[in-house]
């Protein structure tokens, strides 16, 4: 059987013509967890491009992407909807089986063509639109209006759908119940060259404590303008401190403008985007403190990466978080004088620092491939029975 999966993912067109996933997080092993219950698999995503690019390949056997127009915001999604309309009522969706990753307009949207067919689909929840449209999260004129629309839309999703699968143990699905079949499994699939043997026990890597950021710049909801101003707070209380900003996206132009209108620029350090999970362990493994101080979140990869790295983490109370982080280690979400609060008493304290790495270490463990892989394909193979029991009884 086959099976459809809708993304909100973008992924770039190269001028050979291979699809990638620039950022690495969506290549073709991503993809290929759905095999392990699937003979083929079909991915509805939005595709830039062509241009130049590096990245990891997503089609290989049992892959292809059918892709969609690379729309960017609610404008761009309305003034593209007919035609990805059209697009989704081609597909073989009828004897497929139907996952949409939400929330996104594109799993909406094709829920909402199947509507009326009685056709079982399959939910993973992969974030809250309730935190994504969060004040200070997006900028847009019909924020408060597309929170409401499009909470209300994930909730009805997920009473109506035949299963579904969270990304929390229980945060996003209190929010959002599923009368079906339903499990808690981690999008992240932390594999052993993640982890090291043992916690840190050393002090500070270098002279001058190290905090890094790991994260998308694309949308302000990441929070690195709070982290920039908490920093010029730390310096203005005479606390020299450095930070490591890794990834890309539109607004990285405005942060590096922010840095040096709060003339902390000489303590940023702006990486880009690194193509390789080795390069990111390099920069974790030379930071003294992990920083996500995020407006929303679903259950963060970045977080858990750095965790498994044995590095001390303070991130926002938001999302499934809190089910990573002591409560000692989170933050109030917004806020830049709690942000610098938490940055000063962690960093002033190397034993601390030392608890942590031993803490964050050992909850990363949970997060393990080899023992998310069997409970996700479990849930797959559900999504599987679920559909061919429709189909064998529309058949009869």
Partial sequence: MNVLVATEYRFTRCPSGAIVSEDGTRGYAFWCRYLAAFESVVILGRVQGPRVCTGQAVEGTGV???????????????????????????????????????????????????????????????????????????????????????????????????????????????????????????DVDLTPDWFLDSPRTDGFRASVPKALFVGSLEQPYKGVDLLLKALAICLARGVTLNLTVVGEGRCRGQLEELARDLAVAPHV????????????????????????????????????????RGLPCVASRVGGVPELLPEADLIQVGSKEALA?????????????????????????????????????????????????FLDKTAA
């Avoid at 003294?288 to 965790?307: I, N, Q, T, Y």
Wanted: hydrophobic share 40%; glycine share 8%; with cysteine.
């Fill in 341 to 389: 609060n938490k940055l000063l008493e962690v960093l002033q304290d190397p034993t601390r620092l030392v608890r942590m790495s031993a803490e964050n270490l050992l909850k990363a463990g949970q997060y393990r491939a080899s023992l998310l892989g069997e409970k996700r394909t479990a849930f797959y193979r559900e999504v599987r029975c679920l559909t061919e029991k």
């Fill in 269 to 308: 350090h702006f990486r880009g985007r690194l193509t390789t999970g080795q390069a990111v362990r390099d920069e974790m493994d030379s930071a003294d403190l992990f920083v996500l101080p995020s407006r929303c979140e679903g259950l963060p990869r970045a977080l858990l990466e750095a965790m498994a």
């Fill in 64 to 186: 292809r992407v059918s892709p969609l127009p690379p729309y960017l915001g609610v404008t761009g999604f309305l003034k593209n909807s007919f035609r990805i309309r059209h697009q989704i009522r081609g597909l073989d969706w009828h004897r497929s089986a139907v996952i949409a990753r939400v929330p996104g307009a594109c799993g909406s949207l094709v829920l909402d063509v199947m509507q009326g067919s009685r056709h079982p689909y399959a939910l993973e929840v992969v974030g809250d639109p309730r935190d994504v449209f969060a004040p200070g999260a997006v900028h847009h004129p019909l924020r408060i209006a597309i929170r409401a629309w499009s909470s209300n839309q994930l909730r009805r999703l997920c009473r109506t759908g035949a299963a579904a699968s969270y990304v929390t143990s229980g945060t996003l699905q209190r929010r959002y119940p599923c009368l079906g079949h339903t499990t808690g499994i981690s």
